[in-house]
C-alpha cells in the first residue's frame, strides 16, 4: 500500500525533528566542552563523541568547524542577551543588576572564572573574529543587538527619570556596550573587578541631579 499523504507528512515531521534534535545535541556538546576547554582546545571528533554522533552527523548541519563556532554564538548569545537585557521592559538599572549577578554567579560566559565556571576567553573570541569573516558578522550581530536593547532600557529609565534626560539613549548604550568588552578584557587579563561598587557608581553619574542628591538610590545591589 502506498504511503498516503498524511504518512509521508509524518515521516517528514519525524525527520525534521531528528535532524533538529541531532543539531541541538551537537551545539549543547560544543557549549559543554569550549565552557571547559576554551574554543581552541576541543576537536570536531571531541565535540561529536561527546554528543553521540558521528563526523558525517555533524557536516549535515554544519558546513565547517567556524559555521558551527557561529551556530553556537547564535545560540548562547541570544541565551544570554534574553537572561540579561531582556527583550522588553528592563530599564538600565534592571540590566546592570542582572549583569552583575551573571558575572558573580558564573553565568556570563566571556567573564567565567575558577572551577566550574565558563572559560570561554574574550581573546580566543577575538582571535576568531579576526580569522572568520562569518564569525566577526556573528559577534557584530549580537553587539549590535545587545546595544539595541541597552538603547531600549536607557529610554525606559530616562522616562522613569532615573537617568538623565540630557544624554543620548543610543550613544550612552554604544559606550556601555564598550565598557563591557573593555571589562570583559580586564576579566581576561586577571586584573580585580569590583562590579558590585561600580555599577551603583556609574548609576550615580548617569542619574538626574536630584537623584545624584539622595532623592533617588541607584537600584543595583552592592
Known sequence: MPPTSRS???QRLS???AKARTRAALIAAGLELFAQHGLD???LDAICEHAGFTRGAFYVHFRDRDDFLVAVMETVGLEVLDALLGSGGVDLEGMMERFV???RGAAYPLMGRGEGHARVRPH???HA??????IRARYLA???ESTSRMK???RLSQRRGTVRADVDAGALASLLMALVVGLETLADLGAPLDLSRAAPALLTLLAPTAAAKGKRRPRVKA
Open 124 to 126: 580566543q573570541l577575538l
Open 142 to 144: 549580537l553587539v549590535a
Open 129 to 134: 573574529c579576526a580569522r572568520s569573516p562569518a
Open 41 to 43: 582546545g576541543p576537536s
Open 101 to 103: 549577578g551573571a558575572v
Open 8 to 10: 509521508r507528512s509524518a
Open 15 to 17: 525527520n525534521d525533528e
Open 152 to 154: 531600549e532600557g536607557a
